[in-house]
Structures are given as structure tokens and as C-alpha cells.
């Protein structure tokens, strides 16, 4: 099914007709087939560790960690929305969305990728993403719902950011791992049918409403999990471009890294084998979404864990989590001085791992 995407693909872009979107998803699938994966990390150009871009309208975007210590940029940029909602100039993390406007842009025309997650605000208590003191959150800012205007003026806004990107092809990922249960639209949170009318409405109304066509959207539960589950909640073929899993690293009490090492990477394989499955079924792309292990203790992690979980997976991307600027431990790609930085440099040396 995927080659004969990629094929579709190939002659829509040979034919000049291709739009941004069937040009990207084109490339992503090429990628994929060749057996080479992007690999990209959040917030990379807005900030990293012990550093902050403060005037981001005259600054030239141009440092990052991931650049700092492998001499190449990351071919996937993540960012986070959290925060458009409201009307905010800064996403929760305070880096401005102006900044990740011009860094998308930028991004894109050096020929790479950029994804966005959001982590929206409650609707219904005003508490952040992570308050899950209510299971009736969904149902009320679906259509007939008491938040239901108001949340259609948190999309409003959603979409206005991504109208001003002009014809950018990004990925959006929007109620990501939603099988766990630490979000509002989380498992336990809502019902299935919810879940889905939620995605399905948030797609509906940037694609159609607001004619957003420049969107690949991702759907991206926590992982791993059977397919069963992963489908349970599936919104549908017609408004998924690719299939993603977020899955960490994070050692059990007592647990040395090499048993930790072994079981993330065993979770890994399993998960991207399923995605592989699935998308072969559904005509999908397949990424790993998110991933890392803070503070990155394994000095081996990038050759030894990482790359052996990914390697031949059929995935078109990874995406390693934030590098805090005002939090020491809270890193997930390493920094120019860091202690392992030669590890990192020998898996971004990899002849199917991409930098830009
Ligand atoms: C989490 C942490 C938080 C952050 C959130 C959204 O995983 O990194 O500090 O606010 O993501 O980016």
C-alpha cells in the first residue's frame, strides 16, 4: 500500500500538480522506503541547555544543541501550541509563537520538517493539560456542550497560527497520547466515541472550515500497545497522514540501565512493528513521535538503545523531547560539553540517520 502511495506521489510531484502537502507526505514516504530516518528534537531553535533566544525578531535563529555538538541541524523541529488558546503571545514553555513562526519557516526552507503538539489548557476548570480532576471536559466542548463556543474560538486561534505559516506543510498531532490517562482527553477521561468526535471535530474545522490544506496529521497515542487498543480510538483513515507513538525511557526502582536499556527497547521494536503493520493496512507513514530518557544517563543510549529500537523500522521520523533552559536535568538531546556528546555524534553519523 505504501509503495503504491509513494508512487502516486512520485507522479503527482513528476507532474507538477503535487500540493505542499502531497509533496512532503511524498518525500516522508521516500524516505521511509530508503530506510533512512529524520531525526529531530523540540523546541531546537527557541532555546537548549542553559540557553534562551531573548529577542527572537533580530535574532537569526541559527544556535542549537543538537548543532553544537554533531555540526548539523535537526531535520524535525518540534513545537508545542499550548497556550494559542488563550490568546497568549508565548507557547507554556514561553517560547513566543512569533519565534515559531519565523523558526518553521526557516526550518522548511532548509529542507527540513517541523511537527506541533499541543498541550491546551483545561476548558472546563482552567487548570493546565495535566488537570484531570473532571471526565466531563470532552463532553463539554463538543457541539452542544456547555464549552463548545468556547472552544471553537481556542481553534480559531490554532488556526489562525497555522493560516499565517501560508502554504508550510507541518505536521499537527493534536490529543496525543491519549491512552494514558495524565490529560484531560486522556483514556480514562473520556469515552471512545468522544475521544474520536474530538479529533474528528478539531480536523473538520481546521481542514474544512478554515481550509487548512497543509496539515499531515498525526495520531500519536503513548505506546506501547497492542493494535488493538491503538485502533480503539483510531479517528479514521480520512483524517490521518501518519501514525505515531510517544514512548520514554524511564528505569523502574532498582532497575540497572542495561535492564531499563533492554526493556525500552524491546517496547520500542514491538510498538514500531505494529505501526508498521497498521500503516501498511491503513496507507500510512509511521513515526516515532516522541522519545528520550532525561538527563540522558546511559552514556550509550544514542548507539546502544536508541538507534538499535529504530533501525529498520520503517519509521520516516524521530523526535527527541526538550532541552529546558531553566531546569538542569530536563534534557533529552545532549549539549556542546556534555559529558556523552561523542555518543550522540556517532548515531547522527549514521549512514540512515538524517541531519540537516
Ligand atoms: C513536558 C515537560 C514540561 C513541558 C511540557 C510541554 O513533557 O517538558 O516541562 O511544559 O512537556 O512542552
Known amino acids: 500500500m505504501r509503495t503504491f502511495l509513494t508512487l502516486l506521489g512520485m507522479l503527482l510531484v513528476l507532474s507538477g500538480c503535487a500540493s505542499p502537502k502531497e509533496r512532503m507526505t511524498a518525500r516522508l514516504s521516500r524516505t521511509a522506503e530508503e530506510g533512512k530516518i529524520l531525526y529531530g528534537h523540540q523546541d531546537d531553535p527557541a532555546y537548549g541547555h542553559a ?38 503571545s508565548c507557547n507554556l514553555d514561553g517560547v513566543p509563537f512569533g519565534l515559531m513562526r519565523k523558526a518553521t519557516l526557516a526550518q522548511l526552507d532548509r529542507g527540513g520538517l517541523v511537527t506541533f503538539s499541543w498541550h491546551p489548557r483545561n476548558p472546563l476548570t482552567g487548570g493546565d493539560a495535566w488537570d484531570i480532576s473532571s471526565d466531563q471536559v470532552v ?38 497520547e491519549n491512552l494514558g490517562s495524565w490529560f484531560w482527553w486522556g483514556g480514562k477521561l473520556c469515552k471512545a466515541e468522544e475521544y474520536i468526535a474530538l479529533y474528528r471535530y478539531t480536523w473538520t474545522f481546521l481542514t474544512q472550515e478554515k481550509g487548512l490544506k497543509n ?8 505506546g506501547p500497545l497492542p493494535a ?5 480510538r ?17 528505569p523502574g526502582a532498582g532497575e540497572s540501565l542495561r535492564a531499563a536499556g533492554e526493556r525500552y527497547a524491546g517496547e520500542v521494536r514491538a510498538m514500531l512493528a505494529t505501526l508498521q503493520t497498521l500503516g501498511a493496512a491503513h496507507g500510512k507513514l509511521i513515526c516515532l513521535s516522541e522519545t528520550g530518557f532525561e538527563g540522558l544517563p546511559d552514556p550509550q ?24 533552559h531553566d531546569k538542569p536535568g530536563h534534557f533529552y538531546a545532549p549539549w556542546k560539553g556534555f559529558e556523552n556528546e561523542n555518543d550522540f555524534k556517532q548515531f547522527a553519523e549514521k549512514e540512515d540517520i538524517i541531519l540537516l
Open 51 to 88: 540557553w534562551l533566544v531573548t529577542d527572537w525578531e533580530s535574532d537569526r535563529l541559527e544556535r542549537s544543541d543538537v548543532k553544537d555538538v554533531s555540526g548539523r541541524y535537526p531535520a524535525v523541529v518540534g513545537f508545542d501550541l499550548g497556550g494559542i488558546e488563550l490568546g497568549d
Open 139 to 176: 463532553k463539554a466542548i463538543l457541539p452542544g456542550g456547555e464549552k463548545h463556543s468556547e472552544f471553537q474560538v481556542w481553534l480559531e486561534r490554532a488556526a489562525a497560527f497555522f493560516a499565517s505559516l501560508g502554504d508550510a506543510p507541518v505536521i499537527f498531532r493534536p490529543w496525543h
Open 215 to 222: 496539515l499531515l496529521w498525526c495520531y500519536s497515542p503513548n
Open 228 to 232: 488493538e487498543l491503538f485502533l480503539s
Open 234 to 250: 483510531y479517528p479514521g483513515d480520512d483524517c490521518v497522514d501518519l501514525l505515531g507513538t510517544d514512548i520514554y525511557e524511564y
Open 301 to 324: 543510549w544514542w548507539t546502544g538503545v536508541l538507534y538499535p529500537a529504530i533501525q529498520g523500522s520503517g519509521i520516516c521520523y524521530v523526535l527527541t523531547w526538550r532541552n529546558a
